[in-house]
């Protein structure tokens, strides 16, 4: 099933058009939607970008790279009213490992069927601003990782569509 977001038709509409496509996550128990042009990231292009053992389970990028979505269930017990505490503690240690980043305050996504709590930080990659956007959820009492980077200059595109990504998750039968 996809959804268009962003239909270049709609009158006063100044965005390019965005094709949502539902996939699954987290060990099949949970899906959603994604930007269509996100596929998964090849394994060259991930072992260049993601050099580290514990890397995301599963990683979408568009064609260049410069639109990514990771998740990965961590096997840890959370549950759903946990979810801020666990994003402030993420928070906590990606500004010790990254001291010059700016990072927002923790937010809390309440509209889909799971709460996300996120943050975001900026980026440098070769000289280009990027948003980087790490969110925590409880998926069946279990840790949730998503992230999403992209351009600063798609910020406002990105909101809207991580916003549809967290009220279109949905539990799998």
């Not at 890397?55 to 801020?84: V, W, Y």
């Not at 994003?87 to 309440?110: D, F, G, K, M, T």
Request: charged share 25%; hydrophobic share 35%.
């Amino acid at each position: 099933m996809m959804n268009i977001l962003y239909d270049p038709d709609t009158e006063g509409c100044l965005q390019e058009q965005v094709i949502m496509e539902r996939i699954t996550l987290a060990d099949a128990m949970l899906s959603a939607e994604i930007p269509k042009e996100l596929k998964q990231m090849p394994e060259s292009m991930k072992d260049m970008l993601y050099p580290y053992e514990e890397r995301p389970e599963m990683i979408f990028s568009d064609a260049d790279g410069k639109n990514q979505m990771t998740f990965q269930l961590i096997h840890k017990n959370l549950g759903q009213e946990e979810t801020r505490k666990a994003a402030e503690a993420v928070r906590e240690y990606i500004s010790s490992r990254y001291p010059r980043s700016e990072l927002s305050p923790v937010h809390l996504h309440a509209g889909g069927q799971y709460p996300a709590s996120w943050f975001t930080m900026e980026l440098e990659d070769a000289g280009e601003m990027q948003q980087h956007v790490k969110a925590v959820l409880s998926v069946r009492s279990q840790m949730f990782l998503a992230t999403a980077t992209y351009p600063e200059q798609d910020r406002m595109k990105w909101e809207v569509l991580l916003k549809h990504f967290f009220n279109t998750l949905s539990e799998t039968t």
